[in-house]
């Protein structure tokens, strides 16, 4: 297995070759197994790693378990967690994702917190966002500043409000009460 592959200039990774470390100014990986990659610019087709590190990074039917860019755009691949400015995802599965502007189509995401998102056709299971425009948003819990779009939500903003102070008045009463238990057998 090779350590490292460093270079100033583009390095392409293909067929079944699995390496440890790739860093370069542009990697190009077809069919490629990598554990750690950091460049300015990543594109993948048809590979994994581990982590992915660089300014901006290109998936295509690839997947990634952690990934940190300024910009990454995936169709039909998959990253555990994420975190970028701005996310563009079609055909995808993210587990978790931050960016200041995240758009989904088609997609299904574990857990969102984003400035701006704009989802068509997707399902999220937590949307934290201060703005989410789209149509046909399907979400369990959603906590928004403002939404335009039609979405499905089991907890919104206010029920979100609503059961987090029923959680907190039911747990004071259980710890009230049992305070007063267990100063009377005393």
């Keep these: 297995m090779n350590d490292a592959i460093p270079s100033t200039e583009a390095q392409d990774a293909s067929g079944s070759e699995e390496l440890e470390q790739v860093m370069a100014d542009t990697i ?11 460049a300015d610019l990543v594109r993948m087709s048809g ?15 690839s997947a990634v378990y952690q ?3 300024g910009e990454i755009s995936m169709q039909n691949s998959a990253v555990a967690l994420s975190q970028a400015k701005t996310i ?5 599965f993210l587990g978790v994702a931050r960016a200041e502007k995240l758009s989904l189509d088609h997609s299904r995401l574990g857990a969102l917190y984003a400035e701006g998102a704009e989802i068509d056709n997707s399902r999220v299971a937590l949307m934290v966002a201060r703005q989410v425009q789209g149509g ?6 959603l906590l928004a500043g403002q939404v335009q779009g039609s979405v499905e939500t089991q907890v919104d ?5 609503l059961a ?6 039911g747990v004071g009463l259980v710890l009230f009460l049992g305070r007063l238990l267990t100063r009377r057998r005393f």
């Design 164 to 169: 987090g102070l029923a959680a907190g008045v």
């Design 157 to 161: 903003t206010p029920r979100a409000l």
């Design 47 to 61: 590979s994994a790693a581990g982590e992915v590190s660089a300014e901006e990074i290109e998936m295509r039917q």
């Design 28 to 38: 190009n990986l077809s069919q490629a197994s990598l554990d750690k990659v950091s």
């Design 88 to 92: 563009e995802s079609s055909y995808d």
């Design 67 to 69: 990934a940190q860019a």
């Design 136 to 141: 046909n948003i399907q979400t369990a819990i």
